[in-house]
């Protein structure tokens, strides 16, 4: 299995981004979270969704900004962003897991891996 996070970069105070999120090696059903990491903090659950995407949830300071969704036929989960504050700019990462689990610990993630930077300039 493998994870790869992409479509970071840098962007003006406002704008937007759709970060993707490809999972390969997969045949199973599969939850996913986005987490972030900014420079000299913990990771950050940011957003997760369920397999039906029935049931997405969203840490508190991006409800209403972000929005994640996934294309189960192509395997992607994707993490559109918008109205970017400078506090969002972090390395964004995704995670995955087989067992349901579409929490806010990582470390409860089976998969998770290397993560795309968000630059958010004011």
């Known amino acids: 299995v493998q994870l790869q996070a992409f479509g970071g970069g840098l962007v003006q105070v406002g704008g937007s981004l759709r970060l993707s999120c490809a999972a390969s090696g997969i045949s199973d059903s599969f939850t996913v979270g986005w987490f972030r990491q900014a420079p000299g903090k913990e990771h950050e659950f940011v957003a997760a969704i369920d397999y039906s995407a029935i049931r997405p949830h969203y840490l508190d300071s991006v409800k209403g900004r972000f929005t994640i969704s996934r294309d189960n036929a192509k395997n992607i989960v994707y993490l559109q962003m918008s109205g970017l504050k400078p506090e969002d700019t972090a390395v964004y990462s995704c995670?995955?897991?087989?067992?349901?689990?579409?929490?806010?610990?990582?470390?409860?993630?089976?998969?998770w891996g290397q993560g795309t930077l968000v630059t958010v300039s004011s």
């Open positions: 995670a995955a897991d087989f067992g349901g689990y579409y929490g806010t610990d990582l470390f409860q993630y089976d998969y």
